[in-house]
Structure formats: C-alpha cells, structure tokens
C-alpha cells in the first residue's frame, strides 16, 4: 500500500513539473522544478529587463571622501536609472557609498528606502549610514506580502507605514542583495513596479547566497543596463595594503594555492601536524584571550570545550565568565558550568 502510495504521489509530483536538463543526463541528477518556481525567475528577469532598457541619467556629484569609482557609484544611484547594480569586496566601501547617496537623494527632493535579507543586517547598515533601513521581509508585509511555512505566498490589501510609502522616482535600495531569496525579491520588485520607484541592488556574489532560491543579484547583475552596473574593487577597510590585495584574491579564487600559500607566510593560517596539537593551541589561544572558536562538527566543539575547561581550572580562573566554541547548528551543552557565558543567535 505505502509503496503504491509513494509511486501515485512520485508521478503527481513528476506531472505537476518542469524539466531542467535533457533526457540524457542521468537520474540520481536533480532535473525537475515547479512551475511557479519558474515563474517567479521569469517575473524577476522580465521586470529586470523592462527597468534596464529604459533610459536613464547620471546626476553630478562632486566633493567628499569617495574614491573615483564610489563617486560614480553614488551619481548612477542618485540618478534616473531604473535599475542600478553595484557590487564590491568587503571593505570596498559600499556603506560609505549608501550613506553618500542618501544624502544626494534627499536632496533631489527624493527618498531613499534602505532593505536588507535580514533585521540584524538592516540595523547594521541604519547605524552606519545614519538612516532608516528594514527587513526586506518587513517592507514586504507592508505592502500585504506574507508567506506561510510552507513557502505559500498571498497578498491582501494593506496600508504601508508613512515612512516607507514610495513614490515615483524614489529608490528602494536593497543593500546584501546577493543574500535575497527569489520569492522576497519579487515581491519588492513588485512594490517597486506599482509605486514606480527606482531599483538598486548592492552587494557582493562572492559572499555568503540566499538560504532559499538565491540568484537574484546575478539575474540583475546579467540583465542591468551596463551604465548602470558598477564594480567598486579599491579595498579601504584594511590598513595594509598587501593585505587588501590578498582579500580581492581570496575573492575572486584565482591562484588558490599561491594564495594559501601567502596567508601560511604572514602567519594567518596556521597548519597543524595533527588534531591533537590542532586542539590544544586552541584551547591555549582561547583560554588565555576569551577567543571566540567556531568548529565545523559537534564532536570537534565538545572537544574544544573540554580542553579550555581545563585550562581555566589549571589556571585558577574557572569562576570566571567563559565563551565557549559553538558550531554553526547548535550549541554543545557538555561541560558547561556555572559562570559558563553561552552565545546564540535570534534569527529575525
């Protein structure tokens, strides 16, 4: 019966989709997808298309702090293009160009709204540029956007907050758009193609993708108007240069070997001969500092956490306040004590 079961259900599931790859290719490869998760991308990628043909006009920017290329950055934003996309390596100062174009927009008379994939990202970037900034989440719901916990979309008729109704001309910015999931992305497309506000995307496609059906940023990055799609590679956060260079080759993935190669020389990857001594250097760093150490398993965190233990008590100074390692799906409670300071997350 179960069998039966799962064979109806297997054909409903095969009929109800679409084919990604040719005939040929071999089962055990996934090929198959939704229809509606089809329609999304072609939603994004038609609205993208639409936006980059339309003409557009660069403003004039002129004094500040900017480099060349930011300086371009914050005209093209500040202007009349309908889409604009703008990447750059961490430390490339995209924050510093958000909070310039803030300031030419406001005053062409214009708004600008600041969204990000996440709270904590959006409160990162207010604090930075001086201004409001959202969950792309939030301004969705806004404007009646919501989903379920299945991935079930709807809309109902809503009234936005006064401080997030665009108008024409405004720019809805969306900053780590490289982060943005399809089905958010769309609905502030959507927000933007019914207020009639201006788009832009800001982030990196080589830092961290969505967590749901990611892409977004190179669909932009492929579809925008070439005027309209600026690169900012000169690297401000590091004070050594040589440093700064080795970032962008990190970046971009060419030579790795050469690379690792480097960062072994300069002491910042340390190899270890086995995980023993890998463990106790560790557990000495970050019982002596109150290093904060990320492991990729369970077992490695367990480890960790009973060899700082140890020290502390060795050293006399278990009564005080402990961080101890964690992994990146949840917290290992084995050895943990009194006076222990135990870190998480909330996810918003």
Sequence with gaps: MLIKLAEDATVRAISASAPLLD???????????????????????????????????????????????????????????????????????????????????????YAMIVVTPTLKAAQVVANEIGS?????????????????NDGRGTRELSVPSCDVVLC??????????????????????????????????????????????????????????????????????????????LSLAMRSGQNPEAVFDLLVQRGQIVVRSDEASRTAALADDAAATGALVVADTREQVADLNQAIHERLVTAGTRELPLRYAINYVELAYASTAYGDQVETTLVA
């Design 23 to 109: 005939d040929d290719i071999p089962e055990h490869i996934r090929a198959l997808t939704s229809r509606d998760v089809l329609g999304v991308e072609a939603d994004l990628s038609s609205s993208f298309a639409v936006r980059a043909s339309l003409p557009g006009l660069h403003v004039t920017i002129t004094g500040g702090d900017l480099d060349e290329k930011q300086m371009r950055a914050v005209a093209t934003l500040a202007g009349k293009h309908r889409l604009v996309v703008v990447e750059g390596a961490a430390g490339a100062g995209k924050t510093a160009t958000l909070a310039a174009t803030r300031t030419a927009i406001v005053q062409t008379g």
């Design 168 to 245: 024409r001309g405004d720019l809805l910015l969306i900053d780590k758009a490289g982060m943005l999931d399809q089905d958010t992305a769309r609905a502030l497309v959507t927000i933007a193609d019914e207020t009639g506000a201006r788009l832009a995307l800001v982030g990196d496609r080589h830092q961290l993708p969505a967590v749901g059906r990611g892409g977004v940023l190179d669909i932009a990055a492929h579809l925008a108007d070439p005027e309209a799609r600026l690169t900012l590679d000169n690297v401000h956060r590091f004070a050594d240069p040589d440093y700064a260079k």
């Design 132 to 148: 409001q900034a959202h969950s792309a989440a939030w301004l969705a719901r806004q404007y009646g956007f919501s989903w379920d």
